[in-house]
Every structure is written in structure tokens, then in C-alpha cells.
């Protein structure tokens, strides 16, 4: 079983609609969370983090985070098609090394 | 902004080359990071180091060496490629002085075909 299981997609959605991506995990150890966003032929880059269960909101994404269930969610809000791309979650226990998910294909169709 | 720049976007290798794949950074990051990308199996970790010198193998180094002489600069070597060596490759770095929430950042990565 991977640490950390990603449902990989591909997710086409109407532009406007609402976005639900997740990520469950199986390490106990896992203290903070993060999401990347990874454009076409782009490297990932960081688009929120979170080390406390609960929700964080930046602008239209929230982050949630569910440590009993060892589950976490990014939502997107009124979703653009300039939101098409992979989403990664990564989590972080001792150290300094992030384990990953294997993304999420989104697509948002005009 | 930190910047991380791998040298080559593509590369088209010959099986049983050696290769090498640069990456540099410019915010005096302590951790640099190599990852390889491929479809259904996310970014897996090849090697990472902490500090100049330093190097500490992740989750399949097998087939790969790295170098880091320099702060700024980690390389990959792929000792004698291998078509199963065809992939993505991704360069990190991150500071401590963030601790892990400063997250990483990625170079814009190497797409690497081995023929």
C-alpha cells in the first residue's frame, strides 16, 4: 500500500463549477500538508500548505485536512480554465523529505 | 523569487551512455532534491542532500549517482543509460529557514529518452 493514495483522474469539470481534490494516507507520522500545482511541461509549484486539521482558505482554494480520518481535501471555488492542470498533494513528517501523491489531471472546460 | 534551472529541457541518450543532468539554484537552499516523474507512479525520489558534499539516497537510487561539490549546484548521473531510464526529471531545493512549510521549489525539469 503507498503512503499516500491519490485518485489520478483525469477530471473534466464546466468552468464555474466547484473542484473537490483528495488525498488519503496511511502514515501517522505526517504532520504537514501541501498541495503543488504542476502546469504542462512546468515543474510543480506550491500552492498552499497546512499542518493543522481544519480548513485554510487562500483567495478561491481551501485546504482541508481531516488527521483523524488521515484525509485531506483542496477545493476550488468558481473554477477557470486557467485551473487546468495536475494537482499534487505532498506531506511531510520528520525531516525534510515530501512524499507525494500521483496527482490529479484537472481540466475546466469553458 | 527562488529560481531552480535544470540545464536541458529535453535530452535523447543512447542506452549504455552516461549522462548528466545539472541543476542550480540561486537562494543558498541547504536541501536539493531529485525526482523522477512518470504517469501513474507521481514523482518518486532518486537522492537528496543536505548540505554540500553530502548525499543521501531515496526511495530508488539504483542505476544513479549524484554530486553536489558546490552549494548552489546538484547533478544527476545516470552511470550507463538504460531505456527504462526514460522520464521526467525534477530538481528541488529548500531552505531552513522556512523549515518544511517554505515547501519546495522545482525546476521546470529535464524530459529524458533513452534510445
Known amino acids: 500500500q503507498k503512503e499516500v493514495e491519490q485518485d489520478p483522474g483525469p477530471l473534466s469539470v464546466p468552468e464555474g463549477a466547484i473542484v473537490s481534490l483528495n488525498c488519503t494516507y496511511s502514515?501517522?507520522?505526517?504532520?504537514?500538508f501541501m498541495w503543488y500545482r504542476q502546469y504542462s511541461r512546468k515543474g510543480p509549484e506550491l500552492l498552499m500548505y497546512?499542518?493543522?486539521?481544519g480548513n485554510k482558505e487562500d483567495g478561491r482554494f481551501t485546504a482541508q485536512v481531516d488527521k483523524s480520518s488521515k484525509y485531506i481535501s483542496l477545493f476550488i471555488r468558481d473554477s477557470q480554465p486557467s485551473d487546468s492542470a495536475t494537482y499534487l498533494c505532498?506531506?511531510?513528517?520528520?525531516?525534510?523529505?515530501?512524499?507525494f501523491g500521483t496527482g490529479t489531471q484537472l481540466k475546466v472546460e469553458l | 523569487d527562488v529560481k531552480v534551472t535544470q540545464s536541458s529541457r529535453y535530452l535523447v541518450k543512447r542506452t549504455g551512455e552516461k549522462v548528466f543532468l545539472e541543476c542550480v539554484q540561486d537562494?543558498?537552499?541547504?536541501?536539493m532534491f531529485w525526482y523522477r516523474q512518470d504517469p501513474g507512479l507521481g514523482l518518486r525520489l532518486i537522492y537528496f542532500?543536505?548540505?554540500?558534499?553530502?548525499?543521501e539516497k531515496g526511495d530508488i537510487p539504483e542505476g544513479y549517482s549524484v554530486s553536489r561539490e558546490k552549494k548552489e549546484r546538484f547533478s544527476l548521473i545516470l552511470e550507463s543509460a538504460s531505456t527504462n531510464q526514460t522520464s521526467m526529471y525534477l530538481c528541488?531545493?529548500?531552505?531552513?529557514?522556512?523549515?518544511?512549510?517554505?515547501?519546495?521549489?522545482f525546476g521546470s525539469g529535464t524530459r529524458l529518452t533513452v534510445v
Open positions: 528541488a531545493s529548500s531552505g531552513t529557514d522556512r523549515g518544511p512549510l517554505g515547501g519546495y521549489t
Open positions: 502514515n501517522s507520522a505526517f504532520q504537514y
Open positions: 497546512t499542518y493543522s486539521s
Open positions: 505532498a506531506m511531510l513528517g520528520g525531516g525534510n523529505k515530501l512524499t
Open positions: 537562494m543558498d537552499h541547504e536541501n
Open positions: 542532500s543536505y548540505d554540500v558534499k553530502m548525499k
